[in-house]
């Protein structure tokens, strides 16, 4: 597709009298032009079903199913807006979601259905025969009132010239540690925009199938999954949810060639039993995040596929992008405007010093806040000024991301701003001595972060999923050579299986707020030792008993050792 291309709508237009496949998901697969149509007939529909006045939002609480890129397609003919609702969480959290993006219209599935019992939301009538104003009006994708909805509207064609590059297209939560979600806003100018990018970056063909196993109500799926695909004009293949096990047998059946992912996706395809037959596939490339340079080594080493790490910020306001020449452990070259200042005094950081090893030396002095100064299309947060300001100040864009940079202008991530962790008035990144740790023989899966120490402010604590040898994990830590003296984890949780969000990533805020009151094995190294034992309640009604942190009521729990397993 030219990059002449203004608009979604105009994307999905495109599509029409294309009789390829398109849309592939379980047992059935629709053309591109079956898609396109598809598309119209929902847009036609949701004209008459918005309540006039109403803001033209609609919600999707689906799983990864046709419906969810139809009603992208739809929304982007109508002029209107989807928000991708989590279906992760739960009571009050989802229906403030709800409630906050201002949905009148709500697209959900039977499966879906007792997420919503309960909710104190202004329900429309069930048997509705109009749109009221101020109400939330439900339909369920797969019961027989939804077909005789759309049946009226089989022969609408698509036409986008109701849409603007400016309209608003989606409204996706960004997955923050502390505060409820904030829906940033992205236009259609923007995902056409971001799509047809993607398609010269990687050289998407038509011929190509984009498989997004992902979950489609974040960013990740449709701004680096889903819109390279519809501008291009290749074809996509959904999977309901994530499956480790089910990966690569999904790869075969679509003949999927390109694949996107966040967190600890790749990790867990890595933990499924090798075969001799794990290159036999047409897949050629991974685009996504947080792999890792060890694991995306191990992925092209069996499957024989590159992983690209990229890295933007969900709200569009920075971006970089991989080059030939990027050393290990580099996310890329920092573009115009990009810079890592320091938050405390807005002074851009000195460069980071590297050992022969590729090692940081002064992180302490190097890593700081990734700014963009230069024009970006950030394009807010609905109904949420206040974060907006966080993020826009001086004339730049913060990204609320730690980073560092070398002297050869290249960008290392060091982790959320969050992330930071403080110990003896010394600031410490997560993310550095998560790659440390993560050079346990016995660890599977690795986080750090800090919990509330009175005297020092913060000890380090890491959860590790794994095996764990308490003496052989201290003699580890003392043979790292960039392991600095405030780095080493007083604090080390022992878990079967870490705990992600319903986008793959680690549960920070989850592992943060628990603290070492858990129901797993936690081991610490006392003041002054440099051995670990168990954290028991005499230690917790003791030595910990002052502290300003979580109570330690749970402690102790589960046995001493754990073997950490893959998301099926």
Known sequence: MESTTRTVAELVA???????????????????????????????????????????HIGLLLDNTEEFPLWLGAAALAGAA???????????????????????????????????????????????SGAERGRVRVLVTDDEEYGSLLAPYAGAVPDPSRAAPDDRLLLY???????????????????????????????????????????????????????????????VALRRR????????????????????????????LA???????????????????????????????????????????????????????????????????????????????????????????????????????????????????AEAERRRGGAYWTGDLFYRDTRGYLYFAGRTDDRIRVDGENLAAAMIENIVARYEGAAAVAVYGVPDPVTGDQVMATLAGSFDPAGFAEFLAAQPDLGTKMAPRFVRVVERMPVTATNKIHRARLRREGYACADPVWWRPPGEGTYRRLTREDAEG??????????????????????????
């Open 82 to 128: 989807v928000a991708g609702i989590n279906p992760t969480r739960r009571g009050p959290e989802l229906a403030r979601d709800i409630l906050h993006t201002e949905c009148p219209l709500l697209i959900t599935e039977r499966a879906q259905l007792p997420l919503l019992a309960g909710l104190e939301l202004p329900w429309a009538s069930a048997r509705a």
């Open 272 to 386: 499924t039993e090798p075969r001799p037959d794990d290159r036999d596939h047409p897949l050629r490339l991974g685009f996504g995040t947080e792999a890792g340079a060890v694991d995306a080594a191990a992925f092209e080493r069996r499957f024989g596929v590159r992983l690209v790490e990229g890295y933007g910020s969900s709200e569009g306001g920075a971006a970089i992008q991989w080059a030939p020449g990027t050393p290990t452990g580099a996310v890329g070259p920092a573009g115009p405007g990009l810079v890592v200042l320091d938050p405390a005094t807005g002074r851009e950081c000195p460069p980071a010093v590297l050992d022969s090893a590729g090692r940081l030396c002064n992180g302490q002095e190097a890593i700081g806040e990734l700014v963009n100064r230069a024009p970006n299309p950030f394009e807010g947060y609905w109904r949420n000024p206040a």
């Open 14 to 56: 495109a599509r029409w009298g294309d009789h390829r496949p398109g849309l592939a998901c379980e047992e059935r697969t629709l053309t591109q032009h079956q898609f396109a149509a598809g598309a119209a007939a929902r847009a036609a529909l949701l004209a008459d079903l918005l309540p006039s006045g109403a803001v033209p």
């Open 242 to 269: 994530f499956s480790a096990s089910g990966f690569l047998a999904d790869v075969r059946r679509h003949r999927a060639t390109y694949f996107t992912y966040v967190g600890r996706a790749v990790q867990y395809i």
């Open 543 to 568: 030595p910990l008993a002052a502290a300003k942190g979580p109570s330690v009521g749970g402690v102790g729990g589960g046995a001493p050792t754990a073997r950490g397993t893959a998301a099926q």
């Open 173 to 235: 939560f960004t997955s923050g540690s502390t505060g409820a979600p904030k829906a940033a806003i992205c236009s259609q100018g923007r995902l056409a925009a971001a799509g047809q990018a993607l398609v010269r970056q990687f050289g998407v063909r038509a011929d190509d199938v984009h498989y997004i196993c992902m979950p489609m109500f974040h960013g990740n799926a449709v701004i680096a999954d889903w819109a390279p695909a519809l501008a291009a004009g290749a074809g």
